[in-house]
């Protein structure tokens, strides 16, 4: 079965349109200030009217308290929560059950021991995301870094996952190959610039993905 997609860091009714042109199964939206790809409320709220029910719409936040989470849900009109900060399993099973959303838990890899930790979500989390561990005081994610795909040979977790961290057009197919990912999730693989989506690459990376 052909993995889903997910386009993240969408700002743009340029990049959403081509993100759902492409047969992207779902669009990220940003709610953390420090990244170039922060969405505000209210123009979260516009892309939300624009999309309908053509794509799921999951809202990524790093350590975000219930305030910006009761802002921001309603706003994107959300229907999943992607918690990318160090939030533990029993705040991400209290934003699951205060939200009533679908929770994903972005976990960051370097090491065998950064898989194993993910089954610490088992129970808790609706999906656990693997991404490339970025260097102290760096952005959590939307950083171009990969990491070794060869380390999810040992997951065993009973939580569903998805493959993140530095795919692109270029190695997505063979990232699916390789891990058997049931979902892959980009953010600047598919930039010109950091925070700015290239609609070919978004185009092309949703065709190696199907591959």
């Known amino acids: 079965m052909a993995a889903e997609i997910k386009i993240c860091g969408v700002t743009t009714p340029d990049a959403l349109d081509a993100t759902m042109s ?3 199964h779902y669009v990220g939206f940003v709610f953390y200030p420090p990244s170039p790809r922060h969405l505000s409320a209210p123009l979260a709220s516009d892309l939300a009217r624009r999309s309908g029910d053509r794509i799921r719409r999951i809202g990524l936040f790093v350590g975000a308290g219930d305030a910006l989470l009761s802002e921001a849900v309603p706003a994107g009109q ?12 029993a705040r991400v099973a209290e934003v699951r059950a205060r939200f009533g ?13 950064d898989i194993a930790a993910a089954k610490a979500y088992d129970g808790a989390a609706d999906l656990v995301l693997f991404d490339a561990r970025t260097p102290k005081g760096a952005l959590p994610g939307g950083m171009g870094l990969a990491f070794d795909w060869g380390l999810l040979a040992n997951w065993r977790g009973r939580t569903p996952w998805g493959l993140a961290g530095g795919l692109t057009p270029a190695n997505v197919a ?9 979902l892959v999730d ?13 609609v070919d690459r978004i185009a092309a990376f949703c065709k190696a993905a199907r591959q």
């Open 22 to 24: 492409a047969g992207a």
């Open 78 to 89: 959300l229907d999943g929560i992607q918690l990318h900060g160090s939030e533990p399993p």
């Open 101 to 113: 959303l679908p929770v994903w838990k972005a976990l960051p890899v370097a090491s065998s021991s």
């Open 174 to 182: 063979e990232a699916v190959r390789r891990t058997d990912a049931p």
């Open 186 to 198: 980009t953010s600047s693989g598919v930039e010109s610039a950091p925070g700015v989506k290239d």
